[in-house]
């Protein structure tokens, strides 16, 4: 599942989010030494991991899973629904649109052995 966000201007955008978490204003998320984002909340902290790519007109979030076993269905989706909704709290003005597929795309990686 991907993650994607349209928008005007991605870099900017990624920036801005990035800044908001290190800053303090957004505390449900981190920013790994990679500049992936992880969910804070301990619960969920490290569970999984979006790696964010740039494209023309959209940010892309691709989910990382742990390789020691396949991420879950609620793993998943709450990362999903979750980045989203920080999206929406924080940054509704500097995108159009914001959207999750709904099966893992061939930039995901769900984790688990190989």
């Known amino acids: 599942m991907?993650?994607?966000v349209?928008?005007?201007?991605p870099q900017k955008l990624l920036i801005d989010i990035k800044a908001a978490i290190r800053s303090g204003s957004i505390v449900t998320?981190?920013?790994?030494?990679?500049?992936d984002f992880t969910h804070a909340?301990?619960?969920?902290?490290n569970k999984a991991w979006f790696r964010p790519t740039l494209q023309a007109d959209r940010l892309v979030f691709n989910i990382v899973g742990p390789t020691s076993k396949a991420m879950s269905?609620?793993?998943?989706?709450?990362y999903h629904g979750r980045f989203i909704e920080m999206l929406l709290?924080?940054?509704?003005?500097?995108?159009?649109r914001a959207t999750a597929t709904a099966m893992p795309t061939a930039n995901d990686s769900v984790g688990g052995p190989s």
Request: net charge negative; proline share 0%; glycine share 6%.
């Open 2 to 4: 991907a993650v994607r």
């Open 89 to 96: 709290n924080h940054f509704d003005e500097n995108f159009s």
């Open 73 to 78: 269905k609620q793993v998943y989706g709450m």
């Open 41 to 45: 909340v301990t619960q969920w902290a």
């Open 6 to 9: 349209f928008c005007d201007n």
């Open 29 to 35: 998320w981190t920013l790994d030494s990679d500049g």
